[in-house]
């Protein structure tokens, strides 16, 4: 139901845009999230976005770089990546936080309820 794109190759200090774009059924009413997992390494939280326009959360390390939004028209969650690092490497899934739980669970992967499947990124140097 959340099918997340727009991954590739990219040199360091290029850009890329993810889109998380739901089927089957509406998420307005939930918080959106993007995480990254990097080989042999945890999946970590990147970033979440509670409504349109409504307040933004970020990892310190994609802070200033990353800009999460969405287009609840469109059904669609985005991730803007600017300055982009080889350390930024890795596979980004994108999620919908279950609604009961508070802001203060955008951070961790147990919160989120929906995961699409994941889209590569590579950063070379």
């Known amino acids: 139901q959340l099918q997340a794109s727009g991954g590739g190759l990219v040199q360091a200090g290029g850009s890329l845009r993810l889109s998380c774009a739901a089927s089957?059924?509406?998420?307005?009413?939930?918080?959106m999230g993007w995480f990254r997992q990097a080989p042999g390494k945890d999946r970590e939280f990147v970033a979440a976005?509670?409504?349109?326009?409504?307040?933004?959360y970020y990892a310190d390390s994609v802070k200033g770089r990353f800009t999460i939004s969405r287009d609840d028209a469109k059904n669609t969650a985005y991730l803007q990546m600017n300055s982009l690092k080889p350390e930024d490497t890795a596979v980004y899934y994108c999620?919908?936080?279950?609604?009961?739980?508070?802001?203060?669970?955008?951070?961790?992967?147990?919160?989120?309820?929906?995961w699409g499947q994941g889209t590569l990124v590579t950063v070379s140097s």
């Open positions: 999620a919908a936080k279950d609604w009961r739980y508070s802001a203060a669970r955008n951070y961790y992967t147990d919160a989120y309820d929906y």
């Open positions: 089957g059924r509406t998420f307005s009413s939930n918080s």
């Open positions: 976005i509670a409504w349109t326009g409504g307040p933004t």
